[in-house]
Every structure is written in structure tokens, then in C-alpha cells.
């Protein structure tokens, strides 16, 4: 898999509610490795371009990874294809431990994993998720005792586990502390590679530390995108802000 094999493309893409057009006419190109943060007044369109790349929402254009057009696939097709991601609301079983959730996420139930599980153990797979998202000491809590940040990052490894190479986080830092905020931008850093995250985030200190690049919409269209000081400086970028 070379530099150009991960990543996502989006073309002419159209997103209408009704009369009311959501998505209107967006491209984006998201390479292997990005750390992309979508930024934009509320009613931008983030969270329906999310939607639409997931299979949510019905959409025209394109949306390609390496070359496989994903739009029109259902969710769990575009899941398959390595397109993750969460919800602002962390949604995870609560009466389930930490690795009973990463074994759902992974399969559990499914015979190819339960054959997996037999002969091995807990999956490889796991371990590495356990580990990349720091909850390897809590491995065997159940996940409602969990603090806030720490659902959130169970969430994350839950697409590691479906070995996600795109991962779509909306608002990963939404009610966290300071601390959290921290050790959730090295927990983004340490899934570039051979990964893209798109994040969806209103914290723009955050975004200042950790975006690798950044997107900025408004009234369903791409205003602005480049690096974090590119984007600080477009007057049309500060216009909006002020703006609103
Ligand atoms: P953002 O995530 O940037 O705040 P959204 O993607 O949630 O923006 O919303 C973009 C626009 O689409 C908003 O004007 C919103 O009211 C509208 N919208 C979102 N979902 C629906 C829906 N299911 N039906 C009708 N309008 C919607």
C-alpha cells in the first residue's frame, strides 16, 4: 500500500433536506495521514457531511476511498470499506467490560471472529486497541464506570478494532478537562500514520495543537482549507466568526 492508497475523495457532493440543501457542492481530498480538522459556525454542514460519508444520509457526487466509490453503499458497507466513526454522544455498552466491548466491535458473534477468539484468545487486534487508546488498566471494567474521556477513547478503539483507516470523530473532546483534552490530541496523533482522522470540533485551541490541516465550511460549502495559520488568516474565515 503506497502513500496514495488510503485516502478519501469527495466530488460535487450534494446534500438536500426537503427544499433546504445542507451540502452544497463540496470537495475534499483527505490523505493517508491527515489529522483534519472540520471547523464552521453551527448549521455549517459538518455533521451532515459526516452523515453523508457514512451512508447516514442520501447524497449526490462522489465519494471515493482508493478509488471505491462509497456513496450509495449502506453503513455497515462503508463501515467494511474502513470508514469509521463516532457520535458526540459516547455510545458503548455500559454493562459490558472495556475488552467485551472491543470484541463486539471486532465481531464477537460472528463465526470468523468466535474461531479467531477460540484458537487465539483475545484477538491481537484488541490488544494493540487496548494499548493505542491507553485503557489497557481497565481493561476488565465495565464501561459505565468509566470516566467521560475515557468512553470516548473506548469508542475510538472500538474502530480500531474494525481496522477503520478513516475515522470521522464528532466533537472528541466535547465535555472533557484539560487533562483529557491532552491526552486525547496524543491519542489522535498516534493514529495518523497509516490513518486519516477528520475531526469535527468547536475547541479551537485544540485544533491549534493538534490539526495537521483544516476545512473550514459554511452554508454547506468549503469556505477555506489549508494549514492552521492559512485558515486564521483568510478573511473570509474571520468574517464568518465575527459574523455570527
Ligand atoms: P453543523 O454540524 O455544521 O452544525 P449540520 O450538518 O448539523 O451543521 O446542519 C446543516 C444544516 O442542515 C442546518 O441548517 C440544519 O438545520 C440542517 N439539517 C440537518 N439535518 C437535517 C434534517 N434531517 N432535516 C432538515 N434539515 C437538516
Known amino acids: ?42 448549521g455549517a454542514g459538518k455533521t451532515t457531511l459526516i452523515d453523508a460519508i457514512t451512508g447516514l444520509v442520501p447524497a449526490t457526487g462522489d465519494i471515493t476511498k482508493s478509488g471505491t466509490q462509497l456513496l450509495g453503499l449502506k453503513p455497515h458497507q462503508i463501515n467494511r ?14 454493562n459490558l467490560t472495556v475488552t467485551q466491548n472491543l470484541d463486539i466491535a471486532g465481531g464477537a458473534g460472528r463465526s470468523f471472529w468466535n474461531r479467531l477468539r477460540a484458537r487465539h484468545g483475545i484477538p491481537e487486534i484488541v490488544e494493540q486497541a487496548l494499548e493505542t487508546t491507553g485503557l489497557t488498566h481497565h481493561r ?58 477528520v ?12 490539526a495537521t490541516s483544516v476545512t473550514v ?8 482549507e489549508g494549514s492552521v495559520a492559512e485558515v486564521q488568516n483568510d478573511p473570509r474565515v474571520q468574517e464568518v466568526y465575527l459574523g455570527t
Not at 176 to 196: A, F, K, P, Q, S
Not at 217 to 222: L, N
Open 81 to 94: 470499506a474502513g470508514v469509521g466513526r463516532t457520535f458526540q454522544t459516547p455510545s458503548v455498552f455500559d
Open 140 to 197: 476488565d471494567r465495565p464501561a459505565g464506570i468509566l470516566a467521560h474521556g475515557q468512553k470516548k477513547w473506548l469508542e475510538i478503539g472500538m474502530l480500531l478494532v474494525q481496522d477503520a483507516k478513516v475515522l470521522l470523530l464528532d466533537e472528541p473532546v466535547a465535555g472533557m478537562n484539560h487533562e483529557e483534552r491532552v491526552e486525547t490530541g496524543e491519542l489522535l496523533r498516534r493514529l495518523g500514520g497509516e490513518r486519516t482522522v
Open 199 to 210: 475531526v469535527v470540533e468547536h475547541d479551537m485551541e485544540f485544533m491549534r495543537n493538534y
Open 217 to 224: 465550511m459554511a452554508a454547506g460549502k468549503v469556505l477555506s
Open 1 to 42: 500500500a503506497g502513500m496514495e492508497s488510503q485516502y478519501l475523495e469527495i466530488r460535487d457532493l450534494v446534500v438536500d433536506f426537503g427544499g433546504f440543501r445542507a451540502i452544497d457542492g463540496v470537495d475534499l481530498t483527505l490523505f493517508q495521514g491527515d489529522l483534519r480538522f472540520l471547523i464552521g459556525p453551527n
